[in-house]
């Protein structure tokens, strides 16, 4: 069972005012290698966090910019890189 940290200024912040947008950080955090690495699609996403495939690109797109993630897509899939994933593992 994996472990993180969340500081609570993370629900003040502006970039999770956003419901999904924090759900799907947090599922991201959970589901990440030990590098902070996931390899996954926007159905699977969808699956687990219960949202659309339109929200989950949405959240996706908004962390991009906020800078807490990189992605790369594919036809077949989505890497995602989680920046300072290290800060969130205890």
Do not use: P, W
Not at 10 to 27: D, G, H, P
Not at 48 to 70: E, M, V
Not at 71 to 79: G, V, W
């Amino acid at each position: 069972m994996r472990t993180i940290k969340l500081q609570q200024q993370l629900l003040l912040s502006k970039e999770y005012q956003n419901a999904a947008r924090l759900k799907v950080f947090i599922t991201l955090l959970f589901i990440a290698s030990e590098e902070g690495r996931i390899v996954t699609t926007l159905s699977t996403l969808a699956n687990r966090t219960s949202l659309t495939i339109k929200q989950i690109r949405s959240a996706l797109t908004a962390l991009c910019k906020a800078g807490k993630i990189d992605k790369f897509s594919t036809h077949l899939n989505t890497s995602i890189t989680i920046c300072n994933y290290d800060s969130y593992t205890i």
